[in-house]
């Protein structure tokens, strides 16, 4: 398990080598991985660094989650209706 503050929603993209990760808690929050495991890996430890800058510019900080998700999307086909 691992432990989020924040919900997460990984995306598939139409390379089979990169994965797009974003968290809908945590605005500005994004980023790339090479698998789901990955992402979940660098989502964990960059929310955190995320939420330190944003402390250190002086910015709002988020609540935490109480109930966070992760959500695993296919790739957005262009075209497809």
Do not use: Q
């Amino acid at each position: 398990m691992i432990d989020l503050k924040y919900s997460l929603i990984i995306e598939a993209t139409e390379d089979p080598a990169f994965f797009s990760f974003y968290s809908p808690d945590l605005e500005g929050f994004t980023g790339v991985g090479s698998s789901v495991e990955d992402c979940l890996y660098k989502a964990k430890w960059g929310m955190e660094e995320h939420v330190a800058l944003l402390k250190e510019r002086g910015l709002r900080v988020p609540r935490k989650n109480t109930n966070p998700t992760v959500t695993i999307k296919n790739a957005k086909m262009a075209g497809v209706s």
